[in-house]
């Protein structure tokens, strides 16, 4: 593929993203060369690859947006996320899980972008309901989930360790992380796995990622589509960050195969 046929491929996807043509010049216009690069390499060289659904690689933007705060960014692409059919709750779910691995005023921030939009577009979000649960429910039912996404792996490190020596910081976190958040309405467990490594790349949060790119494999996720995963953040959280977690990705993968 030419360079030519990279841009016109950016193009379409910045169209079919709601980005073009762009209602205000950007930043990029002053600078010679920018505005082009950003279409042919972002839009045509990561946006428009094959090999992942385009609503996981939203998921994937909005996910790095949120955890590293960029909210002039967020807001553009929470725009693109309606725009292609993505529901304000499913958009509300993403901040919330991000604010499980970023911090919750992260997801207050987020949030709050969120909703000067939805009044701009003239959405309004009905209540959802969440089921109020016991707290020995909440473990019971966040172990479970945790056992769904890790099969019997991912019980080191960081994760015996709490166990061992703050066992009131693990019971939180299986109550209120996986028995509460990743059993909320609105954005399904497989979303919310990409959504999880998104944030854990861009993070670089290595323990984590690793226990998540396993996640991935068994919650039916190809490593294609991994890559794919990992390949999307690096316009938004950096190369390196893309780069570090492929190498964390491939003695993992060549164990599995």
Do not use: C
């Not at 992942?52 to 947006?65: F, G, I, K, P, Q």
């Not at 939009?117 to 966040?142: D, K, M, N, T, W």
């Not at 854990?200 to 998540?212: D, I, S, V």
């Not at 953040?233 to 570090?244: E, K, M, S």
């Amino acid at each position: 593929m030419t360079r030519e046929e990279l841009y016109r491929k950016g193009e379409e996807m910045r169209r079919q993203l709601g980005l073009a043509p762009r209602p205000t010049p950007s930043p990029m216009a002053s600078v010679p060369g920018m505005q082009r690069f950003t279409t042919e390499a972002v839009f045509g060289g990561i946006w428009g690859r094959p090999g992942l659904d385009l609503r996981y690689r939203v998921l994937t933007t909005l996910s790095v947006l949120t955890v590293l705060q960029r909210l002039p960014q967020l807001r553009t692409y929470i725009n693109s996320a309606l725009t292609i059919g993505m529901s304000p709750r499913e958009l509300q779910e993403v901040f919330i899980q991000g604010g499980l691995y970023a911090g919750f005023p992260t997801a207050v921030n987020s949030l709050g972008v969120a909703q000067e939009i939805f009044q701009e577009r003239g959405i309004s979000v009905p209540p959802a309901e969440v089921p109020e649960v016991s707290l020995e429910e909440l473990e019971r039912r966040g172990r479970a989930r945790r056992q769904e996404l890790m099969g019997g792996g991912g019980q080191e490190g960081y994760t015996a360790a709490a166990a061992e020596l703050a066992p009131d910081l693990s019971r939180f976190v299986y109550q209120y992380g996986y028995g509460e958040v990743w059993y909320r309405p609105g954005l399904d467990p497989k979303s919310r796995v990409v959504v999880t490594i998104a944030a854990f790349t861009a993070l670089g949060r290595e323990p984590q990622l690793k226990n998540f790119l396993m996640a991935a494999r068994n919650v039916g996720f190809s490593q294609g589509e991994v890559m794919e995963i990992l390949m999307h953040t690096a316009p938004y959280a950096g190369i390196p960050a893309a780069l570090n977690a492929v190498a964390l990705a491939q003695p993992l993968f060549a164990h599995a195969t």
